[in-house]
């Protein structure tokens, strides 16, 4: 997100002008696009379909949900099997 963009809305929110409810729904966006950045600051392109991933636990071999294709997270490497583990 823009820090420009993201400093209006927060001054926005400050704003006494504001009802409640759509005070409500600005800070529940702010909060949402906030968790977006962190994921894509975090996160990996698969190297086969470009799909944005992250892993949060387990062994490096991923296998991607979209293409069904595998790779190593660790390198970021199309693997098949363990082989590339050894």
Sequence with gaps: MNVIVF???QARQSSTQMKDKQRQ???EMIHELLS???IVRDAKQWPSCKMAISKTEGCN???CQNCG???CYRCNK???GYDHFR
């Design 69 to 71: 294709k595998y790779f």
């Design 25 to 27: 729904c600005e800070q």
């Design 78 to 80: 199309v693997i098949d």
């Design 7 to 9: 400093w209006l809305v």
């Design 61 to 63: 071999k991923m296998v």
């Design 36 to 38: 977006v950045r962190e």
